[in-house]
C-alpha cells in the first residue's frame, strides 16, 4: 500500500466506532503487548517453580533444578541472533504474537508430559527459552513503526513492565503447586487467556499505522509523518556499522555492569513479593518520567539517557562502598537496597530504550546482542559470587563493581547518546 494513501476509506467508513475508543492504537498495541508478557512470564514462572515441578515429574530424586533452569537460560542466549535475523525479514508484531502463543501451547505439553522423564522436561524447556528469546527480542523489534522518539519511553517500558506483572501473578499463585491436579488446571487457565489473548491480538494488531483499517486520521497524521522521517536516515544502516559504532559498544559496557548490579541486592526472600510490585511500579513510571522531562524541561533525550545510567552508576558506587565498609542493621540495609532497586530500574528502563534509540529500525540486533551480553554477565557474576565467598574474598567483588561502575558511567557520560546511528556517521 502506497504510504501517502492511508485508510482514509476505512476510517470514514469506521470514525463513529473510532471516535467512541477512549485510547488511542499505539496505546492499546502496548497495552496488548503488557499482557501477552504477562502471560508468557507467568508460565514462565510457573514451570520453574520448584513446587510445581516436583508435582509434574514421577521420579522427584532424578531432578536437578540447575540443569532445569540452565538448560532455558543457554536456549534464550543461542536464540538471540536468529531472532534478530527473523526481524529483519519478516513481520516482527506478527511473529510476536505467534510466539506468545506457541508458549502457551508449549506449557500445556510441560503439564501434560513432562512427567514422562525428566530429561524430556529440560529439552521442553530449551525450547521454552527459545520461545520466550524470540519473542523477547521481536517485541523490541516490533515498534519501530508505531512509536516517535518523544513517547517511546513511555509506551516501551510500559509494554515491558507485563514480564514483572507475570511474575507477581506467578508468586501469589505457584505456592499452592502442591497437588499435580492444580498444576494442570493453572496450564490449563493460562492457554486459554492466551489463546484468547492471540485471537485479539490478531483482530486489533496491524504492522504499521497506514495498514490499519479503524485508525483515526487524527492519530495517524499525529505518529506516521514524524515516524517515517525519523526511520529514513536509519533504514540503510549495516548491522556492522551499528556494532561497531561507539555508541552501541559504550551501551554494551552499560548493560555489562547493568546485569553485574542484579545479584547483589539485599533482600529477605519474604519480601520478594513485594519487590515485583514495586519493580512492576517503578518500571513504567521511570519510562513516562523520560518522556516528560524531555517534553517539560530543556534536556534533550541524550541528556536523560546520561541522567538515568550515568547517574544512577554514581550512586551505586556509593552503595558498593558502603556494603564493603559500613555495618549497619538490616532494616536500614532493606531500606537501602529498596531505594537502590528503583534507580536500578530507572537505570535500566533507560538502557533498554537506548537500544532502539541508536537503531530504531535494527533494533532486534542491538537488543540481541545486548540481551547476550548481559544474560552472560549475569551468569559469570553468579558463579564468581559463589566461589569468592568460599574463599572470603567477597570483598573484591565489590571493589570490581565500583571501579567499573565508575569507569562504565563516565564512558556512557561521554559517549552514549539517544539520536540514531545513519549512514553518513
Known amino acids: 500500500m502506497d504510504l501517502e494513501k492511508s485508510p482514509k476509506d476505512g476510517n470514514r467508513r469506521l470514525s463513529k466506532l473510532d471516535k467512541l475508543t477512549i485510547v488511542n492504537k499505539r496505546f492499546t498495541l502496548s497495552f496488548l503487548m503488557n499482557i501477552g508478557l504477562a502471560l508468557m512470564f507467568f508460565g514462565i514462572k510457573l514451570s520453574l517453580a520448584y513446587k510445581c515441578l516436583m508435582t509434574s515429574v514421577d521420579n522427584p530424586k532424578e531432578v536437578n533444578p540447575s540443569l532445569y533452569e540452565s538448560s532455558f537460560r543457554l536456549s534464550f542466549i ?21 510466539s506468545i502463543l506457541a508458549h502457551s501451547i508449549l506449557l500445556f505439553i510441560i503439564a501434560l508430559f513432562g512427567h514422562v522423564h525428566f530429561g524430556f522436561l529440560v529439552v521442553l524447556k530449551f525450547l521454552e527459552g527459545v520461545i520466550a528469546g524470540t519473542a523477547f527480542i521481536l517485541f523490541h523489534a516490533s515498534w519501530k513503526n508505531w512509536t516517535t522518539a518523544a513517547e517511546r519511553s513511555t509506551l516501551i517500558t510500559f509494554a515491558l513492565a507485563g514480564q514483572y506483572l507475570g511474575e507477581i501473578i506467578a508468586d501469589l499463585t505457584t505456592k499452592f503447586c502442591s497437588e499435580f491436579l492444580f498444576w494442570i488446571l493453572l496450564s490449563g487457565i493460562l492457554g486459554i487467556f492466551t489463546i484468547i489473548w492471540w485471537i485479539l491480538w490478531e483482530s486489533v494488531v496491524y504492522e504499521t499505522p497506514n495498514t490499519h483499517r479503524s485508525i483515526s486520521e487524527e492519530e495517524y497524521n499525529q505518529i506516521h509523518p514524524i515516524i517515517q522521517e525519523e526511520l529514513r536516515p536509519t533504514e540503510n544502516v549495516s548491522c556492522k556499522q551499528i556494532i561497531f559504532s561507539a555508541p552501541f559498544l559504550v551501551l554494551v559496557i552499560v548493560h555489562v555492569f547493568r ?18 510490585i514495586m519493580k512492576f511500579i517503578s518500571f513504567p513510571l521511570s519510562g513516562y518520567l523520560a518522556d516528560v522531562l524531555v517534553r517539560k524541561t530543556s534536556l534533550t533525550r541524550t541528556h536523560v539517557r546520561k541522567l538515568f545510567i550515568t547517574g544512577v552508576y554514581s550512586m551505586e558506587c556509593i552503595y558498593y562502598l558502603m556494603l564493603t565498609n559500613l555495618h549497619m542493621d538490616n532494616w536500614v540495609w532493606f531500606l537501602i537496597s529498596f531505594i537502590m532497586e528503583i534507580l536500578f530500574n530507572t537505570s535500566y528502563s533507560a538502557a533498554c530504550i537506548n537500544a532502539i534509540d541508536i537503531a530504531p529500525s535494527h533494533a532486534g540486533v542491538t537488543v540481541a546482542i545486548t540481551s547476550i551480553v548481559s544474560h552472560g554477565t549475569f551468569l559469570l557474576v553468579f558463579s564468581m559470587d559463589r566461589y569468592l565467598h568460599e574463599i572470603d574474598w567477597y570483598d573484591m567483588v565489590n571493589f570490581i563493581a565500583i571501579i567499573g561502575h565508575l569507569l562504565a558511567g563516565i564512558v556512557y557520560g561521554i559517549y552514549g547518546t539517544a539520536n540514531p546511528i545513519t549512514v553518513k556517521e
Open 78 to 98: 543461542l536464540i538471540a541472533i536468529p531472532a534478530a535475523w527473523l526481524s529483519l525479514k519478516f513481520s516482527p508484531l506478527t511473529w510476536f504474537g505467534r
Open 259 to 276: 546485569s553485574w548490579s542484579v545479584r547483589f541486592y539485599l533482600y529477605e526472600i519474604n519480601s520478594l513479593i513485594l519487590i515485583h
